[in-house]
């Protein structure tokens, strides 16, 4: 079966630009993440969704960061206006099932970089 | 929230040595715990995974990882390195209520021939 794809695999962009990474999870996953991964740490959640709904975003910057997934299946993030601070790879992840230990599938990532 | 401990952020081993990676959580009640690999330009990819039953974990490519309750460790271990095996490593721990994973800040394994 396909993997999780994400698009594009890289991007840089000046501070106070826009931005939008897209994730196309693997087949029949309900489940959909998003993470931040900074140099040199692990993966942090920004977002989780249960089909086309949120489950957590408590990690997510609001002010500047959102999220949707339309249909229940492709997903995009969007950061605006984008700081220093915010390059990363970002991270998408998809599992089957909620609500169980399932295994969360992950994408290539996005690195992102910020001038 | 869950927590992590992940000793040491690089690792060198020489083929065909031990490779011991050392992770450590922080809760009271046994958490999932899991184990992810991430070469170069790669997304994770699962090793193994502890969620109950046997505490002695086999994973993909010849690791295994022994849960510890006493310790609140979840070592990953292989018997001999590869060159293959050149990546960074990642504990992570679930509630056993949300599924959430936490992530502990990685360590970078390097091989010498």
């Known amino acids: 079966e396909a993997g999780v794809a994400q698009s594009p695999r890289y991007k840089i962009i000046e501070k106070r630009q826009s931005v939008a990474f897209w994730c196309n999870p693997i087949?029949?996953?309900?489940?959909l993440y998003w993470y931040q991964q900074i140099l040199g740490q692990g993966p942090k959640l920004l977002i989780q969704?249960?089909?086309?709904?949120?489950?957590?975003d408590s990690q997510l910057p609001k002010d500047r960061f959102s999220a949707e997934r339309l249909k229940g299946v492709d997903s995009t993030l969007k950061i605006q206006p984008a700081k220093l601070e915010d390059s990363a790879v970002y991270l998408c992840a998809s599992s089957r099932e909620p609500g169980t230990v399932n295994e969360q599938f992950f994408g290539p990532g996005t690195r992102l970089t910020v001038l | 929230a869950q927590s992590v401990t992940q000793l040491g952020s690089h690792v060198s081993v020489s083929e065909g040595a031990l490779v011991l990676l050392r992770c450590n959580y922080s809760?009271?009640?046994?958490?999932?715990l899991f184990w992810y690999v991430q070469y170069p330009n790669q997304g994770l990819q699962l090793l193994l995974k502890?969620?109950?039953?046997?505490?002695l974990v086999k994973g993909i490519n010849g690791f295994e990882a022994e849960f510890k309750k006493s310790e609140t460790s979840f070592h990953l271990t292989k018997p001999s390195a590869h060159m293959s095996d050149a990546a960074e490593y990642f504990c992570?721990?679930?509630?056993?209520?949300?599924?959430?994973?936490?992530f502990g800040a990685g360590t970078t394994v390097t091989v010498r021939a």
């Open positions: 969704f249960q089909n086309n709904g949120v489950v957590d």
């Open positions: 992570a721990v679930s509630d056993r209520n949300d599924y959430k994973l936490s």
């Open positions: 809760s009271s009640v046994p958490p999932y």
């Open positions: 087949s029949g996953h309900a489940t």
């Open positions: 502890y969620t109950t039953g046997a505490t």
